[in-house]
């Protein structure tokens, strides 16, 4: 067994300097005497890539919920680039784009049509937002469907669409929550690849989750969530030294179920 897999007190918050893309701090929700989230701190680096990891109903979700106001928090604190999320919403809101677990585009309009809805309620001038959609739509590959309706578009394409609408309004930090559930294996390479290219050439902070520990590499950084409480918040490398063991998926079991294997 491995005795220390639930530490007594959440990890502090790394030292980074200048204020962090995301910062948490003892954030904590619950839904009725249901506690879906228990004592949460964790930062994401500007321009880092940051993996929230965790089973079904760990609490990926509901957390998501709250850095993009959809809760208000109660407890705790959440801050965007410095601005308090509940202090300075606007602030704190206009610097992150969010592609959430469920679809959210419009079948019926054209790829077009729908970034160009988004911009507008970003403020975007029609001229802008024209601009922002064809950039982005090139960069993942989708020039050729901009006049196309969402509805022909396959699942993998559909959610390239999404990352492009997030993205329109040049947001500085980006939250994908279950980006990749439910693709093929060449759609989840593809989307994460684009990602993680977001990061490395434009400084774009992200913060990915999921439950799928394949989409995770050494270089990451990582914060495993199980049943609402934080586990570890580290690279894979160092998560894994901590548990004594080689793999992620290793140290996952051995934080999540106290099982401890090579």
């Not at 677990?101 to 403020?123: A, I, K």
């Not at 309706?149 to 500085?172: D, F, M, N, W, Y």
């Not at 439910?182 to 490395?200: F, P, T």
Request: glycine share 10%; aromatic share 4%.
């Amino acid at each position: 067994m491995y005795e220390a897999a639930i530490p007594a007190e959440p990890p502090p918050i790394p030292t980074i300097h200048g204020p962090p893309a995301l910062a948490v701090e003892e954030l904590s929700h619950s839904f009725g005497k249901r506690v879906a989230l228990d004592r949460v701190s964790f930062a994401v680096a500007p321009g880092g890539f940051t993996m929230l990891l965790g089973l079904n109903g760990a609490g990926k979700t509901t957390l998501f919920s709250l850095i993009t106001r959809l809760y208000s928090n109660r407890t705790g604190a959440i801050r965007i680039f410095g601005f308090d999320l509940r202090r300075q919403p606007t602030r704190a809101l206009e610097r992150i784009g969010v592609v959430f677990q469920q679809p959210t585009l419009d079948l019926d309009l054209s790829v077009r049509q729908n970034l160009r809805y988004h911009g507008g309620l970003h403020g975007m001038s029609p001229s802008d937002c024209e601009a922002r959609a064809r950039e982005e739509l090139a960069r993942i590959g989708l020039a050729d469907r901009a006049d196309d309706k969402v509805r022909a578009l396959s699942g993998g394409q559909r959610r390239r669409v999404e990352i492009a609408r997030a993205l329109l309004h040049r947001p500085s930090l980006l939250l994908l929550d279950e980006p990749t559930v439910g693709l093929d294996a060449e759609s989840r390479r593809h989307i994460l690849g684009h990602v993680r290219g977001l990061c490395r050439e434009q400084g774009l902070a992200v913060l990915w989750a999921t439950h799928l520990m394949d989409e995770a590499n050494d270089e990451d950084s990582v914060v495993v969530l199980h049943q609402g409480r934080l586990r570890a918040s580290g690279s894979v490398r160092a998560i894994c030294a901590e548990t004594g063991t080689s793999a992620l998926p290793a140290a996952f079991a051995a934080l999540t179920t106290g099982e401890r294997r090579p």
